[in-house]
């Protein structure tokens, strides 16, 4: 599965819910994620959070826990879908191992060494989203920290910095600036558009920025897009109001795939 990170030909999409909010939900948006993203050609991982321990509010929904969302991405696994899914603690890596595909360090924790190295440790896929607070000609160390455990399976995702209070912004620069670190970069296309904490206890959102956005990382040239995706996003427990509606993915993922195939053949032209 690293290989596709590593494929140019590919770009790899690894969406979902932000979070586990039913057994049902999950499975159904597996399934119509995963045949959206077969029509298009795109390498599929699907993502959703068995808890959400970084939220504004107290009274935030977090998820079903450790053991509950384990259990129900691992009927996911039965059926073949690889998975990604974040950690928060050192302790939760080996069991989360066992079951998915792809261990997410979120952007809070981007610098947490312990975290990274059980994480490395199990021989699984890292993803480390690159925090708000860091520069891209830095994120290269929470890498060589997993890679200090002798795994290389290490990508790198940008999700924006922040700009002043409550808001993010994405420097295009920055995706070259990671890829020149020699790790695959991901773009993700949906917390780059949230409004941290602007939403009175809960994080706001502008998707319309959504597919600019994704689109101008394709054009830059990046390993994956990573998109949060819900069917219903004004009822969606968690980070709603930056998600992809699930109606929009075919036009999305289309326009994606276009501009891809267009990169690709601009570079093919530039070396001859």
């Not at 969302?69 to 039965?78: A, E, N």
């Not at 455990?149 to 209070?165: D, H, K, M, P």
């Not at 920055?174 to 020699?182: Q, R, T, V």
């Amino acid at each position: 599965m690293f290989a596709d990170f590593r494929n140019p030909s590919k770009l790899v999409l690894m969406a979902g819910p932000c979070v586990i909010e039913s057994e049902e939900h999950v499975h159904r948006m597996a399934a119509a994620i995963a045949e959206v993203a077969a029509a298009e050609g795109f390498p599929y991982i699907f993502k959703a959070s068995f808890d959400k321990a970084n939220r504004t509010s107290l009274q935030g929904y977090r998820g079903p826990g450790l053991t509950e969302g384990l259990r129900i991405l691992s009927g996911l696994k039965q059926r073949g879908f690889s998975i990604v899914t974040d950690i928060h603690e050192a302790s939760q890596a080996g069991p989360v191992a066992e079951v998915v595909d792809v261990l997410q360090i979120p952007a809070f924790l981007c610098r947490q060494t312990d975290l990274l190295l059980e994480a490395g440790r199990t021989g699984r896929i890292v993803n480390i989203k690159k925090g708000q607070f860091v520069a891209p000609g830095d994120i290269h160390h929470a890498a060589d920290k997993v890679a200090s455990t002798g795994n290389a399976q290490v990508v790198l995702t940008e999700r924006g910095s922040s700009f002043g209070y409550n808001n993010l912004v994405v420097d295009m620069r920055g995706l070259k600036i990671m890829a020149d670190s020699g790790w695959p970069v991901v773009f993700d296309a949906t917390h780059s558009v949230q409004l941290p904490s602007a939403g009175g206890g809960a994080s706001a959102g502008q998707p319309r920025f959504i597919a600019p956005l994704a689109s101008a990382a394709v054009a830059v040239g990046v390993a994956g897009l990573f998109v949060e995706v819900h069917d219903h996003p004004e009822k969606a427990l968690s980070d709603g109001p930056n998600a992809l509606r699930l109606s929009l993915l075919p036009g999305f993922l289309r326009r994606m795939r276009l501009l891809h195939e267009a990169r690709l053949a601009a570079d093919a032209g530039d070396s001859l």
